[in-house]
């Protein structure tokens, strides 16, 4: 059995195969197993929250013994054992292909099984090819969020207004293009596929792969937490910024998910805040607030903003950290980019 990628495409098509509600989200699956208490030798490749249900689902390329179904079923039996009103859970499969032998079984246990189509592609990746231009440097995504501002300009004015050279600013434009992400027309040049421009984000700088820490903190509401963090930080002289969903609720004015806040710090004053802030662990605080914490790959401290009482990454830099979640932050990402001109 191997594992695949989790594209968007791979996300969607088995949203839509399990017929969640336009509400439903992907969870933190790193707090879900917290919340259990238990060392599991797994972890779901996905879990979905809808309503009050959750959906554990393995995404595998071939399933080939029953290793995948005991070890689902031995979460299953795990996660209730220790508090039996925990919320429900369904165990699925999703794969390309799987033996009649272990679907049957599967399906005996109450696991659902989802054939994934080899049209959505191997490895099941975005259409996105890399170029040797990265679209997610720090120079290049200047260029690109300044396209993004402008909707239709020069290659010579993106170049003047991000203080970066017409050489680099003409290189990045022709990746774009070169990805069909960005077309020209005369001498102006305009984004023309945001979609695929997102996916490529996802792609090439993933926000889990900043992740440095997750911390449960004593807050029960997301931004009343953000806002005493940013009043203790600052008082510490300590540099951070929110980013993520908190930021992108607060610029958007989108709903601000309320079980979590994200936020950049450097690795060097990780302690300092999980003394000021963390709560110890137990059941009656399993849903309480958690603090996501991100290292920096780049200066994201010189352009912050105060929204709310609440310290946040620049426009630019929220844009780019929510295309770094991929699915699971889409629709604020979409509504992001379809107000950022005004940002």
């Not at 033996?99 to 490895?123: D, Q, W």
């Amino acid at each position: 059995m191997t594992s695949i990628d989790q594209s968007p495409e791979v996300v969607a098509f088995i949203r839509e195969a399990l017929g969640l509600s336009p509400e439903a989200r992907t969870d933190d699956i790193a707090a879900l197993y917290q919340a259990m208490e238990i060392e599991l030798p797994l972890q779901s490749d996905i879990v979905f929250k809808d309503g009050e249900r959750l959906y554990f689902v393995e995404v595998k390329s071939n399933v080939t013994s029953i290793d995948t179904i005991a070890r689902m079923q031995l979460l299953r039996e795990l996660w209730y054992r220790r508090k039996p009103d925990r919320p429900p859970v369904e165990l699925v499969i999703a794969a390309r292909t799987i033996r009649p032998r272990e679907e049957l079984l599967a399906r005996e246990l109450g696991i659902r099984v989802i054939k994934l189509p080899r049209t959505l592609g191997p490895p099941l990746q975005s259409e996105f090819k890399p170029s040797k231009s990265k679209i997610t440097s720090e120079k290049s995504w200047k260029v690109v969020s300044r396209l993004l501002k402008e909707k239709s300009t020069s290659i010579r004015q993106l170049a003047l207004k991000e203080n970066v050279s017409y050489g680099w600013a003409h290189k990045t434009v022709e990746a774009l293009i070169s990805q069909n992400i960005a077309k020209k027309n005369d001498s102006y040049v305009q984004i023309s596929d945001v979609k695929k421009l997102l996916n490529g984000i996802a792609w090439e700088r993933s926000m889990k792969n900043l992740n440095v820490a997750e911390i449960p903190v004593s807050f029960s509401d997301s931004i009343p937490a953000a806002r005493d963090i940013t009043y203790m930080l600052s008082e510490q002289n300590v540099p951070f910024a929110f980013t993520g969903y908190t930021a992108g609720g607060l610029y958007t004015g989108y709903a601000v998910r309320q079980d979590a806040v994200y936020l950049y710090l450097d690795k060097e004053n990780l302690d300092l805040f999980t003394e000021l802030f963390k709560t110890p662990f137990n059941e009656s605080n399993w849903n309480s607030i958690r603090a996501w914490i991100y290292a920096p790959d780049r200066d994201v401290f010189t352009n912050r903003q105060q929204k709310e009482g609440i310290t946040v990454v620049s426009p630019a830099q929220t844009l780019l950290d929510l295309a770094g979640f991929g699915y699971s932050a889409m629709d604020l990402t979409k509504a992001m980019v379809d107000m950022y001109d005004a940002l």
